[in-house]
């Protein structure tokens, strides 16, 4: 299967972007191939503002992240492998999304993603398998 990082970094940039809220991404600027202005990384991550005022030529693409941007005025061509977008978020109140290494994913052999099976016979949370969280509210 595809990652679905792209596809819920598409929808959460529409939804913060539908709610008049400006967008941000957070990247790690240490992996291969991101290029960024050096001078605004802090602990190997950056901070970019990608609403539509703030960049020209948006691309949300499944490999990538790219656009043109101003940084102290000096005109600045991004570019983040989508692997590279660890989290979008809405400045103003901070919603948004974290998104996990997919190489955490268990797989079978014929690629495919397999789904943890419970192993106890109890009723319990709905949310729990294996004693742990599958899903958590962030507010």
């Known amino acids: 299967m595809t990652p679905s990082r792209p596809y819920l970094l598409r929808a959460f940039y529409q939804w913060i972007i539908d709610n008049n809220l400006t967008a941000y991404v957070v990247v790690d600027a240490e992996m291969p191939g991101v290029d960024v202005p050096k001078q605004y990384i802090e602990n190997g991550k950056i901070i970019l503002n990608i609403s539509p005022k703030a960049v020209q030529q948006l691309d949300l693409s499944n490999d990538a992240v790219s656009f ?4 102290s005025g000096v005109p600045y061509q991004i570019y983040a492998p989508m692997r590279a977008v660890s989290a979008i978020y809405a400045k103003e109140n901070g919603r948004g999304m974290v998104f996990k290494e997919e190489d955490e994913e268990t797989t079978t052999e014929s690629g495919g993603s397999e789904i943890p099976k419970r192993t106890d016979n109890k009723k319990g949370s ?5 004693g742990r969280p599958n899903l958590t509210v962030v507010k």
């Open 68 to 71: 043109s941007a101003r940084f």
């Open 126 to 130: 709905p949310n729990k398998r294996n």
